[in-house]
């Protein structure tokens, strides 16, 4: 997989990057679904760049070309102020409106509860990473896609999509949850923090069913899933992809996937 994701990479930059992946399968599968989805956006008519992790854009004719994967214990948002050595995320601009997102790997986003939750890979509006990106912190509330990737050999167990399914409840802000989080209405599905968004694009949905299909939820493992998932999936709108290796046909229908539905869904 180090070759897709350095091909995609390198189409992306229009030269080459020096990649710096975190060690460990999984991580490199996270990796190639995340530059996977980039190459397909820009190969849709997307504006698609490569970013450190103070906010800057990496150039095809930088001396400091480095693409970071964060290695380590998971984390949120570094500051800007602590230098561009932290996990470097993938910009990306609808050219026909200019909104604007960020692709982000193994960023940890902060539930209703207070407890941190990893998710492996995630789309969100970039005026939420460039306000993060002032102090650092984690996001409130939960990211327009949300996938879960699992590099590992055994099919998927119900408890496995039981566990997904209760992250995004946590991560789920809805519009009657007013009465008790921390923003000012109008109430919003993401926070950068303590800071207010105000995108009405973003706004809180009614129930945890609708916010469900008003976002992009996926599975995407090596191997397959157990039989006793698949109602799970159908309820709560979590596409389960399996069989997901490089250059197979699993992996083209999942990133086909993502990037129909950002194309389709995303102003």
């Not at 999984?26 to 820009?42: C, D, K, Q, S, Y």
């Not at 945890?208 to 698949?230: P, V, Y």
Request: some cysteine; glycine content about 12%; overall charge positive.
């Amino acid at each position: 997989m180090i070759q897709e994701i350095q091909k995609a990479l390198s189409a992306i930059l229009g030269g080459v990057p020096l990649l710096r992946n975190a060690n460990g399968a999984g991580r490199v599968f996270e990796l190639f679904i995340m530059t996977g989805i980039a190459e397909r956006l820009r190969g849709k008519g997307f504006e698609v760049w490569l970013q450190r992790s103070d906010g800057t854009h990496i150039r095809p004719n930088d001396a400091d070309r480095r693409f970071i994967q964060r290695g380590g214990a998971p984390s949120g948002i570094q500051a800007a102020s602590k230098g561009a050595n932290n996990a470097s995320t993938i910009g990306f601009r609808k050219i026909s409106s200019g909104s604007t997102w960020e692709i982000w790997n193994g960023i940890q986003f902060e539930g209703r509860s207070g407890a941190i939750h990893e998710l492996d890979i995630s789309i969100v509006p970039q005026i939420v990473g460039n306000r993060l990106r002032q102090n650092g912190g984690y996001p409130f509330g939960r990211p327009r896609v949300a996938i879960e990737c699992k590099d590992v050999g055994k099919p998927g167990s119900i408890d496995d999509t039981r566990a997904f399914v209760a992250r995004l409840y946590d991560l789920t802000v809805l519009n009657w949850h007013q009465n008790y989080i921390r923003f000012p209405p109008p109430t919003q599905g993401i926070y950068p923090g303590t800071d207010t968004l105000n995108d009405s694009f973003y706004i809180a949905q009614r129930s945890f069913w609708i916010e469900n299909r008003h976002a992009f939820n996926a599975i995407a493992r090596r191997t397959g899933f157990t039989r006793g998932s698949a109602g799970l999936f159908r309820y709560y709108a979590i596409e389960p992809h399996g069989a997901v290796t490089a250059g197979s046909s699993q992996a083209d229908a999942l990133l086909d996937a993502v990037v129909n539905w950002v194309d389709s869904r995303f102003p």
